[in-house]
Every structure is written in C-alpha cells, then in structure tokens.
C-alpha cells in the first residue's frame, strides 16, 4: 500500500522513497543544508531511512518526497511533527545547492495542496534554521507564511553551539471538518447510501 | 540522580502513586490551575488513574519528569514539570500549575532550583513555556522569573471548541 504519492509541480515532481533511491540520499546526506548536520559514514544507513519514511506516512507521523527537476533529483521534501487530529504539520525542504528557489517553492506548495485536500491540514509550519539561505524565507513569504515566532538556541549545531529556529506558519482558509451526526452539516459522514458529488460535477453546477 | 530535592522551605520530589492521588486532584480540580495550558480540571477519579500512568510512563521513558511542590506545612502548593525532552537539541517545555499559596518569592526559589537542576544536572540548554497569551498572572512570573517571550503560534490545539494559539518563553542556560 502507498501512503506518499507521486506529485506533479512545474518542471519536475516529488516522489516517494524506494531503496533504489540509496545513491540519491546518499549524495543529498553529503552536502546537508541544515547547520550542523553530520554526513552519514555508509550508504547502507540510508535504507532505514526508507523504511522509516514509509512508517511515518502509514502511521500519519510525518512524510517525505523526493524531489526530482528534470529527472535529476535534487532534494527532498519533508513533513514531520505531523498532528493528524489538529490538522497541523511542519515542512522542510532539503535540497542540494543546484535546487533553485522556484523549484524549491514549487515541489512545497504542490506537497501542501496535496496535505490539504487529502488530510485536511489547515496549519503549516515551517522552521527556517538561522545559516539557511536567506531566499527560502522570501520563499516562505511569498506562499503566503508568516513569522510568528523566533526559537532562540532551539537548533544544535555541533556539540556546543546552538542556532536561532525561524518558525512560520501558514494558516489555510479551508474550513474545519465538523462533528455531528449522520447527515449534518451536509456530511456525508459514513452513510454510503449519500450521493457525494465528484469534482466534475461541482464545476459542472 | 536524585530527582528530589529542596529549595528554600520547599520539597520539590516526584508523585508516589498510592498516596499522591488525592492531594494532586485536590490542586488539579480548580479551573484556574490549568486554564492557561489548557487542560480541563481533574474531577474524576479515573482522571487521576490516567494522569498518574501517564506521568510516570513518561518519566519512565526519561521523556518527562512531574514535581509535586509542597512547603514547609507540607501542603501540595504546585506542580512542575518538564515535558518533551529534547536529548538531542538538549531542550525541554517546562509547565506550571500553581495554587494561590506560591507567590513570586516562593517561586523564584522552586524555579530557580529546578533550572539549576535541568541545566547541570541534566545538560539541558533552553527551557520553554508555551501557554495562551492572555493570562497575565503567568506572563509577569515569566517576566519576573527572567524569561523571555519569543511570539505566538497559532492554533496549536482546539479545546472546548476554540483554536488556541500558544505564547513561547523561554530561559537558556549561561
């Protein structure tokens, strides 16, 4: 069963992990993006990692893409900290230094709509790490986040220094799934027997 | 490690179940002591049953650790905690439900000790409170206490039907 889908965006698409994807980690993992994270030393620890991004979608734990640009793959996108029940998550992408903004801003945005509509998240947050480039905050901003908080010395770098977290939220205007009873609020809930009316047929209206 | 110890006039010792029980909901049964988290009062029984597994499941996992604050009547008059240990970015959310019998003084003292406690003993860098933003008694003792506020996130639970959003404060190690 696949719980991470395959996702299409301008000029490239996000895709879920396989272990045939062990070369492409590895070569991410060797350049990190984020301030003090260490390379790992063998390929082979990057299968768990596989298996770990298929858990944590199957258990609605967290999530992760590949992130490929014209059949090359140049990063990755993440979710984790993932709150099912209050429809809120944090995302991060991690790319290599040829993954250019609009790519980058592109695969993100796709990942969300897909969050959105498929689990009804309706609060994203995204932690910048003081050292990151500057341009994904105007990223951030350009999607429509916000800063709302700055976590002082909440990021470890090495084994003494610590760096600042950026942390903003982005806010969608999707209303909440309501509570109630079979039929209420025009929810189809479980009854089978309720015409549920497809997209086609809402734009058709 | 001892996780028990003294500041002041005040035992600062972890929950013993079998005898905690009815002094710990005694606190945790007024409103006002969790409003600011929030948390619904403990008026039932089977609520301290769960709060009890949950606390030392916690502990257990070195994930949390629960205080029970009393003074020198040996009256219950707070209870501290930290949660979510962060080992790795050697951070924790500290949490406080207080009765009217602590005031500032006295929490100095209890917070002070359990700083010291967590950032030698522990290793821990950052503490952080996360609370609503408009419970005033709470924001002057942050402030008073020497933590700083950091923002606001928004709708970080929804209780009794209204999304919360949750004030950051925190205290770093020097």
Known sequence: MKFTPELEFEGGKVRPLTLDDLDHLWNIYQQPELPGQSKPKEKEQLARLVDYSIKMAATQRGMMWLLEVDGQVLGMVNVYDWQASLLRLTMRVDGLPELSIKHRQAALSACMDFLAKKYHTRNFAYQWIDGQKEEIKTMLTNLGFELRATLRDAWRVGNSGFANIEQYHLLNNQEKPKAGRLGEFDNPAQNINKDVPTETQKETK | ?174
């Open chain 2, 1 to 174: 490690m001892n996780w028990n110890f003294i500041a002041g006039d005040y035992l600062l010792r972890l929950p013993v179940a079998d005898s905690d029980r009815t002094i710990l909901q005694t606190l945790l049964q007024v409103p006002e002591v969790s409003a600011h988290i929030p948390r619904l009062p403990m008026y039932f029984e089977a609520q301290v049953d769960d709060e009890f597994r949950q606390m030392v499941q916690r502990f257990d996992a070195r994930e949390a650790a629960f205080w029970m604050v009393e003074n020198s009547e040996d009256k219950l008059v707070a209870r501290i905690s930290i949660q979510h240990i962060n080992w790795l970015q050697r951070s924790a959310y500290i949490q406080w439900e207080l009765s009217d019998e602590i005031d500032l003084d006295g929490l100095s003292v209890v917070v002070s000790a359990i700083k010291d406690f967590c950032f030698k003993n522990l290793g821990l860098h950052r503490l952080e409170m996360r609370l609503r933003p408009d419970f005033q008694r709470h924001i002057q003792l942050l402030e008073a206490l020497g933590f700083e506020y950091e923002g606001c996130l928004p709708e970080q639970l929804e209780f009794q039907n209204e999304n919360i959003d949750l004030a950051v404060w925190s205290v770093l190690a020097k």
